[in-house]
């Protein structure tokens, strides 16, 4: 396999989701496939909430010190995280295995998982630890730069007087060098998911390849095409965000006209049986509950049939890029014609 610049293995990355996906189509494969491929691609799972709170006006109990709370307090919040924490740990190990069962149906354009979750069991548990030591470095190094910024905004918190207006100067100057920051970190994590996931992958999967072997080849592989791989990156993100827009456009009064109907039939039915009581009122909650499953399970449908292509394509572009420069990983996703033989000529 020849190697494709960034831009050409769009339109190829899409021939090939199309042949994988509906070629031929079958709803109950693609309803499968396109699940999983949102689940290892994690399109839409990348969020944040911040809480924030103040003196409460109210007469509520009030913890005055940290050292006020209850040791079985203690005890359950500790188990709590620790539950937590071991629960995230399994299903993000059964993610990178599921990734790995993934690849393997892209590379054969299989529609089977089984055989791929069998075959790179060993692979995928190392690659599990790669991530989690990647993912533990970049944590501490968020902890790390997040620390002076921290001791300025405890600072701020004391010295704003209790319902006053907070320091606007001091405020300016923390948050200001704080959005170049978080960019730059945004930007590291972006860089590390992709060098993980499309370029280090196919090594330890094909090669059985160690951490350090994956890197050094693709390291060897950067330095010789720095401009291919800069565009592709670049392009990998940008690619899903025009998709999520585009999607979002095409799917925005459509939507809302779906949403509008089975709010007003809850609303109906909650109106209806607003003053039941006994069998009339469990029929009511019944009748909402019913209207409320389908509405998440057309939902859920429409996310699946919708993001299971582009989830799929995101995955096949990084293939089609990065096979071009890796020839096992390129034989596998078109293979090379058997030689031709032809009678001697003597």
Excluded at 68 to 91: E, F, G, R, T
Aim: proline share 8%.
């Amino acid at each position: 396999m020849r190697p494709i610049s960034a831009a050409d293995s769009v339109s190829l990355a899409i021939q090939r989701t199309r042949e994988f996906l509906f070629r031929p189509f079958r709803w109950g494969t693609y309803l499968k496939l396109g699940l999983v491929a949102i689940i290892t691609e994690g399109i839409g799972s990348n969020s944040g909430s911040s809480k924030h709170g103040g003196p409460s006006p109210g007469h509520g109990p009030i913890i005055n010190s940290p050292f006020d709370i209850p040791p079985v307090w203690i005890a359950a919040i500790v188990a709590a995280v620790a539950l937590v924490i071991l629960i995230s740990l399994v299903v993000f190990y059964l993610i990178t295995r599921l990734r790995f069962a993934f690849f393997h149906c892209l590379i054969h354009n299989s529609s089977e998982i089984r055989p791929g979750w069998r075959l790179y069991r060993e692979q995928a548990k190392r690659f599990f630890w790669l991530n989690l030591g990647v993912g533990f470095c970049y944590l501490l190094l968020l902890g790390l730069i997040a620390l002076p910024f921290v001791a300025g905004f405890i600072r701020l918190f004391h010295e704003t007087p209790p319902g006053g207006p907070p320091d606007w100067g001091l405020l300016l100057s923390l948050v200001l060098p704080l959005i170049p920051v978080i960019i730059l970190l945004v930007l590291v994590g972006i860089a590390l998911d992709v060098i993980l996931r499309d370029w280090m992958l196919p090594h330890y999967a094909l090669e059985d390849a160690t951490a350090g072997e994956a890197w050094a080849e693709v390291w060897d592989r950067i330095t010789a095409e720095k401009r291919q791989f800069a565009v592709y990156a670049l392009l990998r993100v940008i690619l899903p965000v025009i998709a999520m827009i585009g999607l979002f456009i095409v799917l925005l009064i459509p939507g809302l006209m779906v949403a509008g109907s089975v709010a007003a039939i809850v609303y109906a039915i909650h109106s209806a049986f607003a003053d039941a009581t006994g069998a009339s009122a469990l029929i009511g909650i019944l009748l909402q509950a019913f209207f409320g499953v389908v509405a998440f399970g057309y939902a859920l449908l429409a996310g699946i049939c919708l993001g299971g292509p582009l989830s799929t394509g995101l995955r096949e572009y990084a293939l089609i890029f990065y096979g071009g420069r890796y020839q096992a990983l390129g034989d596998l996703l078109y293979p090379p014609p058997p030689p031709s033989s032809f009678p001697g000529t003597y």
